[in-house]
């Protein structure tokens, strides 16, 4: 890309950047500030009752040791909230064992001579901790602050799969679009934010020390100092402007998730190419035909979060698989008649969630095992039958949702007999890829990606009808419907509106060439005249 | 007044005894020196004194008071109290450590400061250069000065000082022997003072109490532990620096 373009490409997306980044540091700056305010005391408390420091430590260090997105997962379920709570809780847990081990250690590292001087000359065990212990321990203290903030700022990045917003958005969107630069336009900005993070705090600490008498004076040297003491105050000031004035272009928050207006409709997706692409058909045409304001929450982090969110009144609207609802939500048997399936979907979901499906896209987008064209040929496989035999010498790569789901790989063993020699976890962004390029020889790809044609590879067919239909349709929560009854009408219009093929065409133009969701769903509303 | 009646201690149940059955008296404005080798309990002997270390066996009273009887917090505000290693508080400034006890007892602000001035220039810092400074800024004999001045600064009637010299070279160590007998004479107080130092016992103490492996061999004034050693220790303990005085006295 030439630096011209890039430049355009930045300038482009500067608000947002300065959103996300604002959103970022508000992120980090509350966990550790919440950190700081529970592991400092908690860090005393341990020292002054030795008995209890290997509990404290060992449940701060195990906490420390959850995968960051199994947390945040955990930490989904347990609140049933997306958005920003559970991310402060999870970047505020991690935060603590820097901050108690650091204040535990500097505590513990005061040379024992000086503490038999304080008790000497007379100070009480809380003036011997206040006036010497806990001044003597700040510099360690504030290093364990320091180790803190910057990989805070580093684990937040993830908290955007949960919604919480933050430069992580970009590096999601960049991964479900596989698409390089936005990853770099989350990564770096990242990288440098925890380069300033780390010098601010460093300045912090060095305002903070006492100043000595040879210290050369002077008007700059008396001006830097508090200065430098008020860096990371600044830094947090400074994100707070800029998420105030940047709030307005976008519509996604990062406080008060519920805190929305009667006016607002909350439209989500997953995180990938096709969700995008629906989720902003779906967001422009209500934008065009009504006078709701539509904010996005794209880029959930799978099936659960969208509808533990819908359920729960944290979004509105998203479009769902009736596969998925049937198999994976309500844990029905597969059920391979479209009309049936959804029939009993649509009567499940009214029941239970109080949402409703409404009328279908069209397309149907089903799992499709997938092998390279040249392979099909030479071994002449055309059903999925026909790899039974050979598949424990192939490597198959699989999304890590199809490798549990009942409608995936459980379900393929169980109907075909198929066993894989290896099965590799792969993004669905990349699995298209892997395969063309011989990494892997089986996947499991989805109907309407274009680049199963693109990478020239053969889908195989589903010859005993394992795979309950995926027909997409708006998933949406009864309370808004009743409330906007306007909406059914104007959802409707898409109906029946993208077949497989529209579908995949709209996916590749993104995928494959390179634009982004907004625009490919703008243009495809204006040639279908709906915009 | 000090008094310690049949004092022992042991920090292993009775099996062994750092300090065994001392009985001594420290008067008013005199300064006693404990005098041993390294090991011999003077050092426990001092700190038991305010109670860093608490007696196994026997009474210590200060002030006609039995010290277990008093509140350990109120008892060492009274007793003056200058470290082996100094001590002082590398996180304040000079003036704030000499202020610290005075403050931490409720003293008014200007009465402090007056008397961090007073007691800086008593012990020859002037207070324009060194209050402000950092304990690490100054040389050793400098930070034992600011020692001296904490430990005066809440105007204790007592003063303990466990080898406060020790770790000086010996030019330093002599201007701060004279300086600590003009104080004496100036302050009147009431000192024990360890050191393992012949001569500066020799030098600075109105009575000198010599330890050995826990126990007193002989109390007495330098004079009398020079004429009458009460024990064969006493006596090599003089004698061998007597004979090396006079060796040196031969080369000269």
């Given amino acids: 890309m030439s630096l011209e373009s890039l430049t355009t490409y930045i300038v482009n997306r500067l608000p947002e950047l300065w959103l996300r980044t604002g959103e970022h540091i508000m992120l980090t700056g509350f966990s550790t500030g919440t950190a700081i305010l529970i592991g400092i005391p908690l860090g005393i408390i341990i020292f002054r009752n030795a008995w209890l420091r290997a509990p404290v430590m060992a449940v701060i260090g195990i906490l420390q040791t959850i995968p960051s997105l199994a947390m945040l997962v955990f930490l989904l379920a347990l609140l049933q909230k997306i958005g920003a709570l559970p991310a402060l809780i999870a970047l505020t847990l991690y935060a603590l064992l820097p901050i108690v081990r650091n204040t535990l250690t500097g505590l513990k590292g005061v040379s024992p001579q000086v503490i038999e001087a304080a008790t000497g000359i007379g100070m009480t065990k809380y003036q011997r901790l206040k006036l010497v212990r806990i001044p003597l321990a700040a510099s360690v203290i504030i290093a364990g602050i320091r180790t803190a903030a910057v990989v805070g700022v580093g684990i937040a990045t993830l908290s955007a799969f949960i919604g919480a ?52 004076k002077g008007l700059v040297k008396s001006l830097v100092r508090p200065l430098a003491l008020m860096m990371p105050l600044l830094l947090i000031m400074t994100a707070g402007i800029l998420s105030y004035f940047t709030r307005p272009l976008s519509g996604i928050q990062t406080e008060a998730v519920s805190k929305t207006s009667t006016r607002t409709i909350r439209i989500a997706t997953k995180n990938f190419t096709e969700q995008l692409i629906l989720g902003e058909i779906m967001a422009q045409l209500i934008e065009a035909r009504t006078d709701l304001f539509v904010e996005r929450y794209f880029n959930l982090g799978g099936t659960m979060i969208c509808h533990n969110a819908l359920v729960h009144g944290q979004i509105d609207l998203y479009a769902e698989y009736i596969g998925t609802g049937l198999t994976v939500i309500l844990k029905y048997p597969v059920i391979s008649d479209p009309e049936e399936a959804l029939s009993q979907v649509r009567e499940a979901y009214k029941k239970r969630f109080n949402a409703r499906w409404l009328k279908p896209f069209g397309f149907n987008n089903t799992y499709a095992i997938t092998v390279r064209t040249a392979d099909a040929k030479s071994y002449g496989w055309t059903r999925i039958s026909d790899i039974q035999k050979a598949a424990p010498r192939l490597r198959a790569g699989f999304t890590a949702e199809f490798t549990e789901r009942p409608d995936g790989y459980p379900g393929l063993r169980q109907i075909y007999g198929l066993r894989f020699g290896e099965i590799r976890d792969l993004d669905p962004a990349i699995m298209y890829e892997a395969v063309s390029k011989g990494e892997v020889d089986v996947i499991c790809a989805f109907v309407t990606d274009g680049r199963i044609a693109a990478y020239n590879l053969k889908s195989l067919e589903d010859d005993r009808q394992f795979f309950p239909p995926y027909h997409a349709a708006p998933v949406i929560r009864g309370e808004i419907l009743e409330e906007h009854k306007k909406l059914r009408d104007v959802l409707a219009l898409l109906e029946g509106l993208l077949d497989n093929a529209t579908m995949q065409s709209l996916n590749f133009k993104v995928d494959g060439k390179g634009y982004s969701p907004a625009q490919v769903a703008g243009a495809f509303l204006k040639s279908q005249g709906l915009l | 007044m000090i008094r310690l009646i049949h004092v022992s201690k042991s920090f292993d149940g009775g099996r062994s005894y750092a300090v065994k059955d001392l009985s001594f008296q420290v008067n008013d404005g005199e300064i006693l020196v404990l005098l041993g080798s390294s090991g011999c309990g003077k050092t426990t002997t001092l700190k038991m004194v305010n109670r860093l270390i608490e007696p196994t066996e026997g009474i210590i009273e200060v002030n006609g008071k039995n010290v277990m009887e008093q509140a350990p917090v109120a008892l060492r505000r009274r007793i003056g109290y200058v470290f082996q290693g100094i001590g002082l508080f590398p996180h304040m400034t000079i003036e704030k450590n000499v202020a610290l006890i005075p403050s931490l007892m409720g003293w008014p602000l200007q009465k402090i400061q007056e008397r961090v001035r007073e007691l800086l220039e008593l012990v020859d810092l002037p207070p324009e250069d060194y209050a402000k400074r950092f304990p690490d800024e100054l040389s050793g004999g400098q930070q034992q000065r600011v020692g001296l001045a904490r430990a005066l600064a809440a105007d204790p009637a007592y003063l303990l000082m466990d080898e406060p010299l020790g770790a000086l070279d010996a030019l330093t160590r002599d201007i701060l022997q004279q300086k600590l007998l003009d104080i004496k004479k100036q302050l009147k107080k009431t000192i024990i003072f360890v050191t393992h130092d012949i001569f500066e016992a020799l030098l600075i103490g109105d009575r000198i109490a010599i330890l050995h492996k826990g126990h007193l061999q002989q109390i007495g004034t330098k004079e009398e532990v020079l004429s009458a050693p009460a024990t064969e220790f006493v006596h090599d303990l003089f004698a061998k620096p007597a004979r090396q005085l006079a060796d040196f006295k031969d080369i000269l």
Avoid: C, H, M
């Avoid at chain 1, 958005?169 to 925890?194: C, E, H, M, S, W």
């Avoid at chain 1, 380069?195 to 305002?207: H, N, Q, R, T």
């Fill in chain 1, 165 to 216: 917003g933050g430069l992580g958005q970009f590096i999601n969107r960049g991964l479900a679009l596989y698409d390089t630069k936005l990853i770099l336009l989350g990564a770096v900005p990242t990288a440098l934010l925890a380069l300033i993070v780390d010098f601010s705090i460093g300045a912090f600490e060095w305002g903070f020390r006492p100043e000595r008498k040879k210290d050369k």
